[in-house]
Nanobody
Framework: QLQASGGGLVQPGGSLRLSCVAS????????IAWFRQAPGKERELVSF???????RYADSVKGRFTISRDNAKNTVYLQMDNLKPEDTAVYYC????????????????WGQGTLVTVSS
């Protein structure tokens, strides 16, 4: 099971840290990604961290978001800084796989989502 939390209402330029806690398996044995889905839009990949520690970011969040993993807490974090109104969405964590050939491949293993609203 994946449990996402940390969303909320924040003003533009503010910060939030999302958490994705795993139970029943070890997070460091899988690639873990954050996706988001804004109203009326398709779900998009925001960032992922591979088993090796390789990280990737969508161009829209590069330089503002940081993904990290705490193996002792079995948790993946998404630190979001300098938030913009266009970051408003429901954020989901996903368990998947990563290879250099295929990139991140999502599975049907999703957390329940946490809402981030960026508004003044």
């Amino acid at each position: 099971q994946l449990q996402a939390s940390g969303g909320g209402l924040v003003q533009p330029g503010g910060s939030l840290r999302l958490s994705c806690v795993a139970s029943g398996f070890a997070l460091d044995e899988y690639a873990i990604a954050w996706f988001r889905q804004a109203p009326g839009k398709e779900r998009e990949l925001v960032s992922f961290i591979a088993v090796s520690g390789i990280t990737r970011y969508a161009d829209s969040v590069k330089g503002r978001f940081t993904i990290s993993r705490d193996n002792a807490k079995n948790t993946v974090y998404l630190q979001m800084d300098n938030l913009k109104p266009e970051d408003t969405a429901v954020y989901y964590c996903n368990r998947g796989t990563f290879t250099m050939e295929s990139g991140y491949v999502s599975s049907d293993y999703w957390g329940q989502g946490t809402l981030v609203t960026v508004s003044s």
